[in-house]
T-cell receptor, first 109, second 113 residues
Framework: GQNIDQPTEMTATEGAIVQINCTYQTSGFNGLFWYQQHAGEAPTFLSYNVLDGLEEKGRFSSFLSRSKGYSYLLLKELQMKDSASYLCASMDSNYQLIWGAGTKLIIKP | IAGITQAPTSQILAAGRRMTLRCTQDMRHNAMYWYRQDLGLGLRLIHYSNTAGTTGKGEVPDGYSVSRANTDDFPLTLASAVPSQTSVYFC????????????FGPGTRLTVL
């Protein structure tokens, strides 16, 4: 079956670093996506990994290990506006996205 | 219009009624998608369209239908709404099916009583 696992909720402190993990199991693999979703809003694209390794984009970085079926999103220098849900999704062999339930990130001052 | 829009923003509907959720994009994207999002669950694909004139079933298509008469519009119809269809519905689009980003509309919050 197809499955995406990520923690339900995480708490971190403003200015700190947090790593959100995601494990995936899908029928085929065409990339791993991370989206950010603020409460009551639509998901917005953060990153896409299809090759192993780390992709850095400003304060956000995303890592992929295809052999382990594992990814993480790293957020540095946390700001209060980073409080949101972070959605992990794997694109399967039919180019359809299989989504995790999301990780709610709470930032405390 | 800039990007992707959905209407209505929210709706309360009596069970058994027919309802069409509208989705329009002005980016000339070929691929469009309808998802539902429920608390504690990931986004689930209802229907998709790879290009105008074609549609396909996603993970949870029962009770829903779609059409894709042109590139811009991708309406989702609930023929006879049931309470289990209470959800937030997101429409999304991408330049092509295999593209590495999907762009989401603002969502429609639907309550079926």
């Amino acid at each position: 079956g197809q499955n995406i696992d990520q923690p339900t909720e995480m708490t971190a402190t403003e200015g700190a670093i947090v790593q959100i993990n995601c494990t995936y199991q899908t029928s085929g693999f065409n990339g791993l996506f991370w989206y950010q979703q603020h409460a009551g809003e639509a998901p917005t694209f953060l990153s896409y990994n299809v090759l192993d390794g780390l992709e850095e984009k400003g304060r956000f970085s995303s890592f992929l290990s295809r052999s382990k079926g594992y990814s993480y999103l790293l957020l540095k220098e946390l700001q209060m506006k980073d409080s949101a849900s972070y959605l992990c999704a794997s694109m399967d062999s039919n180019y359809q996205l299989i989504w995790g339930a999301g990780t709610k990130l709470i930032i405390k001052p | 219009i800039a990007g992707i829009t959905q209407a209505p923003t929210s709706q309360i509907l009596a069970a058994g009624r027919r309802m069409t959720l509208r989705c329009t994009q002005d980016m000339r994207h070929n691929a469009m998608y309808w998802y539902r999002q429920d608390l504690g669950l990931g986004l689930r694909l209802i229907h998709y369209s790879n290009t105008a004139g074609t549609t396909g079933k996603g993970e949870v298509p029962d009770g829903y239908s779609v059409s894709r008469a042109n590139t811009d519009d991708f309406p989702l119809t609930l023929a006879s709404a049931v309470p289990s269809q209470t959800s937030v519905y997101f429409c999304a689009s991408s330049p092509k099916t295999s593209y590495n980003e999907q762009f989401f509309g603002p969502g429609t919050r639907l309550t079926v009583l």
